[in-house]
């Protein structure tokens, strides 16, 4: 069973940066990974994905610039590095993998394995 724990969240100020990990086991492919957020009374949204072999990056509008997606296979680890936070990235920011094997998506229903999130809080 494919598991997924986030780490790396908090309380920063406005133009703080904070960086987020997903330590992922349970499979020996490698897999698509991607970054989800949900705000207080808005709908979960895509932040960012990678591609298992990096060849493909995603990010969304809103995020383009500020954030990075990377990925450490070696450590079974994928880190999304937020710089230059607004008030409006705060969020429960969620971890998801979809296996090797199936196509690159960057939709939220094309992700079977989640983690529990991990919250962010822009002051």
């Known amino acids: 069973q494919v598991q997924l724990v986030e780490s790396g969240g908090g309380s920063v100020q406005a133009g703080g940066s904070l960086r987020l990990a997903c330590l992922f086991s349970g499979t020996s492919r490698t897999p698509h990974m991607g970054w989800f957020r949900q705000a207080p009374g808005k709908l979960r949204t895509g932040v960012a994905s990678?591609?298992?072999?990096?060849?493909?990056?995603y990010y969304a509008d809103s995020v383009k610039g500020r954030f990075t997606i990377s990925r450490d296979d070696h450590k079974n680890t994928v880190y999304l590095q937020m710089d230059r936070l607004t008030t409006e990235d705060t969020a429960v920011y969620y971890c998801?993998?979809?296996?090797?094997?199936?196509?690159?998506?960057?939709?939220?229903?094309?992700?079977?394995?989640w983690g529990q999130g991990t919250q962010v809080t822009v002051s």
């Open positions: 998801a993998a979809r296996v090797a094997g199936s196509g690159f998506s960057t939709k939220e229903a094309d992700f079977p394995y």
């Open positions: 990678i591609r298992r072999d990096e060849t493909y990056t």
